[in-house]
């Protein structure tokens, strides 16, 4: 029973670490519906992690029972083992633990350092922006005295909102509150949070491309899932086209460009953005996004299954 | 009672608008219309120390000067905004990252092409 388990998660784990991100990054059906998608790729993560250490432990412990609810009781309760224990139980028990270390750590560790880089920029900002300084369409927003046109928010229990000088004289009105509303749905959605895992694999897992390509889908996700809830609170004759025309005179304007060669890493994300504003395709049919939906729940319980069922047959 | 952020920018201020480094009961003087107490001013430098945006002399009393100019903490905060650090944008949520030439080019003739056509494959 017990190697057939192991060799099934493992097997999900490879097809995890690999073929699944990849059809998942290239494929075209998350444009129409990033919350699906979001839910998709947490979903993979999640799968992911828990069915390579679940194979580890699974092989690990083999010796100590038939099941890894009763071998992991028998291990921690200091059982003797009923078979004999060779070198590779230990390597593969090593392995899921220094693995299991390394995922959670370094995700406390992102964590602990994003906080403590937002208190260096909310302490910056509080020392260099005058206040009294916000304009009429974002009374609530700082404003930071620079040529360059930027937007951005910083999450976290103090929320800041911040528009630069330049992106204040480069957009009208309509356009600026739609880049207000982009950035209030990021903090209201707390999409920093649904990124923050995906920042600290790829830190943690430099040598798998997945973790990479995650780590861009999800980035690039939330942005469209924020382009989309504040086309919802935007009034106005056509809030896709102001939203739209935002965003390129934001990345047209003085400082906003970076020399060709220095990026690549963004490169094409913005123009989907602005291609799914302007030419919206159909959202996803109901069917689509339940199969969607359907498609993460099963692949975590996939591997749950996997560790637990055994122990109930 | 003001809060101690608003104090901070206050004596920051001050310190930018003096001509060298100034004394924490110099300060306090010229901070007279707040009515601080000198261990208040006190509370107020050594958390702008730690935060880094004052440094101190060994003159006896110490005598107290920003680190850099408001312009020069502004360009540092902007250097990281529009930076390129891996996790920039789990720190930030920025509306748009930067783009190449090439790609403002294009994105400009999307926007104006959008009425004719907006079939956009890839």
């Known amino acids: 029973m017990l190697p057939a388990t192991a060799l099934a998660l493992a097997v999900l784990a490879a097809l995890l670490a690999w073929p699944v991100p990849a059809a998942l990054s290239r494929a075209r059906w998350p444009r129409r519906d990033p919350v699906a998608a979001l839910v998709c790729w947490q979903a993979v993560g999640l799968a992911g992690g828990l069915s ?20 992991w009781w028998h291990w921690v309760t200091r059982h003797p083992a009923e078979q004999p224990v ?16 390394e995922l959670l750590g370094v995700l406390v560790l992102s964590w602990v350092r994003t906080t403590r880089t937002r208190r260096r920029h909310r302490e910056l900002l509080e020392l260099v922006v005058r206040p009294g300084a916000a304009t009429s369409p974002a009374a609530d927003s700082l404003l930071l005295e620079h040529p360059a046109p930027v937007a951005f928010c910083i999450p976290g229990a103090r929320p800041l909102l911040v528009l630069s000088s330049g992106m204040v004289a480069e957009l009208d009105d309509a356009q600026l509150r ?33 973790a990479d390509r995650a780590h861009d889908a999800v980035r690039d996700l939330v ?3 924020a382009d989309d809830v504040a086309l919802a609170s935007l009034t106005g004759p ?34 989907v953005r602005v291609r799914r504003l302007l030419a ?23 591997p749950t299954l996997l560790l637990l069922l055994p122990a109930l047959v | 009672m003001a809060s101690l952020g608003e104090l901070e920018r206050a004596v920051m201020e001050r310190l930018w608008a003096a001509d060298g480094p100034v004394s924490a009961p110099e300060l306090r003087d010229r901070l007279a219309d707040r009515g601080l107490a000198l261990t208040t001013v006190h509370t107020v430098l050594s958390r702008l120390e730690q935060k880094g945006f004052v440094v101190h002399d060994e003159a006896r009393p110490r005598r107290f000067a920003p680190r850099a100019t408001r312009e020069e903490h502004a360009a540092e ?20 990252g930067s783009v190449g030439d090439d790609e403002v080019r294009m994105l400009r003739a999307l926007l104006a092409g959008a009425d004719q056509d907006g079939a956009g494959t890839r």
Do not use: K, N, Y
């Open chain 1, 52 to 71: 390579i250490i679940g194979a580890l432990l699974v092989h690990g412990l083999a010796p100590w029972g038939d099941s890894l609810p009763e071998a």
């Open chain 1, 86 to 101: 060779r070198g590779d139980h230990w390597v593969a028990q090593t392995l899921a633990a220094v693995l299991a270390a």
């Open chain 1, 178 to 210: 739609a880049v207000v509303a982009h950035e209030r749905a990021h903090l209201r959605e707390r999409h920093h949070l649904l990124l923050l895992p995906f920042v600290a694999w790829r830190a943690a897992l430099p040598v798998l491309p997945a």
């Open chain 1, 223 to 225: 942005e469209m899932r």
């Open chain 1, 238 to 271: 056509d809030p896709r086209r102001t939203l739209a025309a935002a965003i390129v005179a934001a990345v047209g304007g003085p400082g906003g460009t970076v020399p060709a060669g220095a990026l690549a890493v963004t490169g094409g994300a913005v123009a």
């Open chain 1, 280 to 302: 919206p395709a159909e959202p996803l049919s109901r069917a689509g996004r339940g199969g969607a939906l359907c498609g993460a729940t099963a692949l975590l319980l996939l």
């Open chain 2, 77 to 96: 905060l902007m250097s990281e905004v529009l930076g390129q650090a891996a996790d920039r944008q789990a720190v930030l949520a920025r509306f748009v």
